[in-house]
């Protein structure tokens, strides 16, 4: 099923919702392309997210995230995947809703939990109570995924590809 997408389809969300994995699937079933904004970035810097944080800290990763957005929202229309982050700044906001459309994976905290729980690579749930801290993020950005323009559920039982019929039918 080849289509033209008219705007970029932004994928937004927690860690673990599953935007990359239900980003590349959507992409396959339309036909069009695929990006992930944090691939971009660790291309670009030729370094894991986690060393990005660590050697030059989260706002330095925060405003390499932005220009990627950009960068990619200027470009042909496409699937594009987000860090979790990357709908938290209202500059980020503005942007995504004058060229793309947003879809939030909305999914609940044990959900998140059971599929970040095991991987290392989340450089923001490197603390004692990596499980609270998800808590506290989620809490704390539901709002602003709110405003995205798209809300599909996601929850346990979906597979991928059910999610990704789900951001077609939306
Ligand atoms: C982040 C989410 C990560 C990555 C970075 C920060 C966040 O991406 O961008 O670790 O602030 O939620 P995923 O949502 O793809 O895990």
């Given at each position: 099923m080849r289509q033209r997408l008219k705007k970029t389809?932004?994928?937004v969300g927690m860690m673990g919702a599953g935007k990359t994995a239900v980003g590349t699937?959507?992409?396959r079933l339309l036909g069009v392309g695929f990006?992930?904004?944090?691939?971009?970035?660790?291309?670009?810097?030729?370094?894991?997210?986690?060393e990005i944080f660590e050697r030059d800290g989260e706002p330095f990763f925060r405003a390499r995230e932005s220009e990627v957005l950009a960068r990619l929202l200027a470009g042909p229309p496409c699937i594009l995947s987000t860090g979790g982050g990357a709908f938290l700044?209202?500059?980020n906001r503005k942007l995504i809703a004058a060229k793309?459309?947003?879809?939030?994976?909305?999914?609940?905290?044990?959900?998140?939990?059971?599929?970040?729980?095991?991987?290392?690579?989340?450089?923001?749930?490197?603390t004692a109570d990596p499980k609270g801290t998800l808590a506290a993020l989620l809490d704390k950005r539901a709002p602003l995924y709110a405003e995205a323009g798209?809300?599909?559920?996601?929850?346990?039982?979906?597979?991928?590809?059910?999610?990704?019929?789900?951001?077609?039918a939306a």
């Amino acid at each position: 099923m080849r289509q033209r997408l008219k705007k970029t389809v932004v994928l937004v969300g927690m860690m673990g919702a599953g935007k990359t994995a239900v980003g590349t699937a959507l992409a396959r079933l339309l036909g069009v392309g695929f990006l992930d904004s944090d691939e971009e970035i660790v291309r670009a810097a030729n370094r894991t997210v986690a060393e990005i944080f660590e050697r030059d800290g989260e706002p330095f990763f925060r405003a390499r995230e932005s220009e990627v957005l950009a960068r990619l929202l200027a470009g042909p229309p496409c699937i594009l995947s987000t860090g979790g982050g990357a709908f938290l700044s209202a500059e980020n906001r503005k942007l995504i809703a004058a060229k793309g459309v947003s879809v939030w994976l909305r999914a609940d905290l044990e959900l998140l939990w059971q599929r970040v729980r095991h991987k290392n690579t989340r450089p923001l749930l490197r603390t004692a109570d990596p499980k609270g801290t998800l808590a506290a993020l989620l809490d704390k950005r539901a709002p602003l995924y709110a405003e995205a323009g798209v809300i599909v559920d996601a929850r346990a039982e979906y597979s991928i590809e059910d999610m990704a019929r789900q951001v077609i039918a939306a």
